[in-house]
């Protein structure tokens, strides 16, 4: 017996094995879930079309979440097939490379929009869309970052779309909470992924991570899928508008240095 036995899960954002949506959608499929996705640009098929196989995927289907008519399309297919969603996990984000590093005061109008289109609007494009589909209840998922809560060097105008996306997450959970519908984001720390390589200075932010946070480590898309579970799952049935930090305890410090760090001052 699995903890999503029966369960219809449709995923967006795996773009290859390093996808964070791709430990999530491997951590859900073991607990039984049947498992739909949904990726961006004819460029990513021919890595998602193999990574479905493996969880016995055969809903794999092309939309850009910034396209209301894509997501409408999208969303009519998967119920013709499915007629029911219980999870739904929004793990997709975008920002030009122009509007990260450099100074936040540079960020562009156009870079701003296009960035909290993508990564934090398309959240409630997403649920308005899933909401007829959760009859019996639900869950929506999305994946958020630290430094909407505190300043990261070079985050920038995605920093802010996280915080809209952590928003959005409270006010979706109070909107549809009255159906069932839970609504929870989960704060990574960060992981080597295709979208973290766009940020400028990951790879320090990947080191310092590892060295301060209190576990002494790196987590891991496992991680985050394990996160997914109790939250997608009948374990989470209480949690609702949450942010859930799975990053090591990094975001508990208020210094971040070591002791060794501190003596060597
Ligand atoms: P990833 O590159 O594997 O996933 C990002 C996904 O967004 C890709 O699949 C990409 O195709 C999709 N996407 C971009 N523009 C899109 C569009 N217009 N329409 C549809 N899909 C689009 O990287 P990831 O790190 O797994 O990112 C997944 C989520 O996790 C993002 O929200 C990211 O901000 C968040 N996150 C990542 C980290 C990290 O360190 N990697 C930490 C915290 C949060």
Redesign the pocket.
Known sequence: MGLMDGKVVLI?????K?????GIAKRLHDEGATIAL????DM?EKRVRPLAEEIDCDFVEQ????DDSELDALFEKFEARYKRLDTLV?????ANRDDLGGRFVDVSREGFKLALD??AY?LIAMAKRAEPLMADGGSIL?????ASEKVMPKYHV?AVA?AA?ETITRYLANDLGPKNIRVNA???????????AG?PG?RLMLKYSEKAAPLRKLVS?DDIGNTALWLASELGSAVTGEVVHVDAGYNILGLTATEDELGSL
Do not use: E, R
Request: glycine share 6%.
């Open positions: 967006f954002g795996v773009a290859n390093n996808s964070i949506a791709w949904s990726y961006a640009g990513l939309c850009d979440v910034t929004h793990s997709v984000a975008f993508i990564s398309s999305s994946m958020t970052y630290y995605m996280k996306l989960i704060s990574a720390g960060p992981i080597k992924t295709l979208a973290a940020v990951f898309q």
